[in-house]
C-alpha cells in the first residue's frame, strides 16, 4: 500500500478487522484504498455531526485549540478555515477575536475563491484525517501561506501500541482515512519548507512558513 502522505510503501496491517498501512518513512496510517468513503457517504456522516455553539462542552473544547494556535496568528491576519463543516465554530470564535475568516467546506460553504489568495493562517480543524490524499491537499495549502504564515493543524495522534489502536474509538469512525504521528508533521515540515513551530500531544500541530 502507497502511504498517501509522503508515497513511500506503507507495512501493511489489519486492526479490528480493517487493513491499515503504517508508513516507515513518515509514520502516517492510512486505510486500505477500499475503505476511502464516496463523497456522498462522507457527506451524510458530516451531516449526523451536532458541532453547535450552543454546546458549551464543544466550544470549550474549540477555544482550547484557538488558544494554543492564537500565538503563532498575526493580529488581524486573514485566516482560511479549510473544511469547516456544517457549522464553523472554530471560524466564528476567531472573527469574535478580530481576525477575518474565510470558511470553505466542500459540502457546506463550497467555492474556489480561497485557491486564488495567500493567508496568513489556514486551520485544518478535525480536517487531516479525513484527506484522501493528504500529502497533496496539505501542500496545496502550505503553498498559499505568506511569509510567516501558519498552517494549525487539529487532528489525534493514533497509539503506538498495536492493541490501543485496535480500540481507539477514533479509528472507528468511517469517515477518518489517516492518522499523523509526530514525526508526519517533522516530514511534512521538511518536504513543505514549514517550521514545526508546534507538534504536542493529543491532536495538535502548527508548521509555521519562515519570514
Ligand atoms: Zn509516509
Do not use: K
Not at 502522505?5 to 516507515?24: I, M, Q, T
Not at 477518518?176 to 514525526?183: A, K, N, Q, S, T
Amino acid at each position: 500500500m502507497r502511504c498517501r502522505l509522503c508515497g513511500a510503501e506503507a507495512a501493511e496491517f489489519v486492526s479490528g478487522g480493517a487493513g491499515y498501512g503504517e508508513c516507515p518513512v513518515c509514520g502516517y496510517i492510512g486505510v486500505e484504498p477500499s475503505r476511502l468513503p464516496s463523497p456522498e457517504a462522507e457527506e451524510a456522516r458530516y451531516r449526523l455531526h451536532r458541532n453547535s455553539r450552543s454546546d458549551s462542552r464543544y466550544v470549550s473544547w474549540i477555544l482550547e485549540f484557538v488558544e494554543a494556535v492564537e500565538p503563532y496568528l498575526r493580529p488581524g491576519g486573514e485566516l482560511l478555515d479549510f473544511g469547516s463543516g456544517p457549522e464553523p465554530v472554530p471560524a466564528a470564535l476567531l472573527r469574535e477575536r478580530g481576525y477575518p475568516v474565510l470558511a470553505y467546506d466542500p459540502f457546506f460553504a463550497p467555492g474556489d475563491d480561497w485557491r486564488s489568495r495567500a493567508w496568513d493562517a489556514v486551520l485544518v480543524h478535525e480536517v487531516a484525517e479525513h484527506l484522501a490524499e493528504p500529502g497533496a491537499a496539505l501542500a496545496e495549502l502550505a503553498a498559499l501561506l505568506r511569509p510567516g504564515g501558519a498552517l494549525c493543524v487539529r487532528t489525534r495522534f493514533p497509539p503506538r501500541d498495536r492493541e490501543a489502536f485496535a480500540r481507539w474509538r477514533y479509528r472507528m469512525d468511517s469517515t477518518h482515512v489517516g492518522f499523523f504521528r509526530p514525526e508526519s508533521f517533522a516530514w511534512l515540515s521538511a518536504r513543505l519548507g514549514l517550521r514545526a513551530a508546534l507538534v504536542e500531544p493529543p491532536d495538535r500541530a502548527v508548521l509555521v512558513r519562515p519570514a
